[in-house]
């Protein structure tokens, strides 16, 4: 079992409240993801890293933002929760090389209301 | 799709049977990859393809690669009740991964 925690495991929020999705790999990989993953659907690449400071938008447009100040850490945040963020967000990290697979965290399903 | 199709969106097959998942992808890629997902949780790797490879074991797995046709296969052999799972392929290009819409698959007992 690969080291990627993300907390909270679920959350439900009202409409308008900020949140910050945690995720912490303990593998040392510089290669960071966020993907948003509606029950059932295909993963979506909101967000990814390829380091400290390094920061890259992904295909959906999510309204939120990361951060990477530190190799281990890659939170998401939504500065004003809505209902359409209601799905469950995934982190992933990689190592270096060209043929790393993705690590996955289990994941933070978000409930706005 | 951010990547490409994947057929069957469902499978459902008796323990015993293979299960053949195929993939079709978009871009130029330096890999693919299979993942399998549980339900509710994160996706757990299977096993990676190379761009000039065509064909790859792992176990019950065997995967398949075209790159010509920019597709793939995924075959589960003498499959249990246990692999129950969704299935997604991902394409590795540069730096990003793309994952397919997976494949749902049931193996009854």
């Known amino acids: 079992e690969a080291d990627i925690y993300q907390t909270p495991r679920y959350l439900v929020i009202g409409t308008g409240k900020k949140i910050t999705l945690e995720c912490s790999q303990t593998m040392g990989h510089d290669k960071m993801y966020w993907y948003q993953q509606d029950p059932g659907m295909e993963l979506h690449l909101i967000h990814y890293?390829?380091?400290?400071?390094?920061?890259e938008k992904g295909d959906l447009s999510s309204e939120s933002t990361v951060s990477r100040i530190r190799t281990e850490h890659f939170p998401l945040t939504l500065e004003s929760a809505r209902p359409s963020h209601t799905s469950q967000y995934l982190c992933?990290?990689?190592?270096?090389?060209?043929?790393?697979?993705?690590?996955f965290g289990n994941g933070t399903r978000l409930t706005v209301t | 799709s951010q990547q490409g199709e994947e057929d069957p969106q469902a499978l459902s097959i008796q323990e015993g049977e293979n299960a053949t998942m195929n993939c079709s992808y978009k871009?130029?890629?330096?890999?693919l990859q299979w993942y399998r997902q549980n339900s509710g949780r994160g996706l757990v790797h299977l096993i990676l393809i190379r761009s000039n490879e065509r064909e790859k074991h792992s176990g019950r797995l065997r995967v398949t690669l075209d790159t010509s046709k920019k597709s793939s296969s995924l075959l589960i052999t003498a499959s249990r009740a246990a692999d129950t799972a969704s299935y997604f392929c991902a394409t590795d290009g540069n730096n990003d991964m793309r994952f397919g819409a997976g494949t749902r698959l049931t193996v009854k007992p």
């Open positions: 871009t130029s890629i330096n890999n």
């Open positions: 992933a990290s990689r190592g270096q090389g060209l043929r790393s697979p993705l690590h």
């Open positions: 890293s390829y380091g400290v400071n390094s920061t």
